[in-house]
């Protein structure tokens, strides 16, 4: 594995409150805010470049409306000294916000991504950034995403929904790693 240019962007994604709110549905990943915050530790110690990305909802009644206590960051999401956020309110991070002009504007030649929920806004800021160009890897292990309706009546459970997802995401659109592989590549 080749380490990653100074220039490396960590991108974390909707690591925000409303998600553990009793409205979300069952997520499965109980690592990764523990590994979220290791990338975020390393990146810090590294000086590499770090944006966070917050879901600020239109929807009158989202619990990630602007104002709402969900719409905060989790504890230690957080942005620190002079760590941009990028305010979406749609699905993909880069649809109707400027973060492909700061992306270029700081030189990034390669971005890490991880977040909430990997199925929605991870992989479709994944999908999209992909598309735009950007090489990709995508943290897996620090990625969480929730249980889903089949569409019949049942549940799709949260752990086949990641594995699809990362699956899908690998295949086509980014470099999938774990977390200790990534800051191993520091």
Do not use: Y
């Not at 700081?106 to 929920?117: H, M, W």
């Not at 160009?133 to 049942?154: H, M, N, Q, S, V």
Request: proline residues 5%; glycine residues 12%; aromatic residues 6%.
């Amino acid at each position: 594995m080749i380490q990653f240019p100074p220039a490396t962007l960590l991108l974390a994604v909707d690591m925000q409150r409303a998600f553990d709110g009793p409205s979300w549905p069952r997520r499965w990943n109980r690592e990764a805010d523990r590994n979220g915050l290791r990338l975020l530790e390393g990146w810090r110690r590294s000086g590499r470049p770090i944006l966070h990305v917050r879901h600020d909802s239109a929807e009158p009644d989202s619990s990630l409306r602007p104002g709402q206590d969900g719409n905060r960051f989790r504890d230690g999401f957080e942005p620190c000294g002079g760590e941009g956020v990028v305010s979406k309110s749609v699905n993909a991070a880069f649809i109707g916000t400027d973060l492909d002009l700061r992306l270029r504007r700081l030189g990034v030649e390669r971005l890490v991504v991880f977040g909430i929920s990997t199925d929605m806004c991870v992989s479709t800021t994944v999908r999209t950034g992909a598309n735009m160009g950007w090489k990709i890897t995508l943290a897996a292990d620090a990625c969480d995403c929730f249980e889903l309706p089949d569409g019949r009546g049942g549940t799709i459970p949260a752990e086949q929904v990641q594995a699809v997802h990362v699956a899908t995401l690998g295949f086509e659109f980014c470099e999938v790693a774990t977390t200790a592989g990534i800051l191993g590549r520091l």
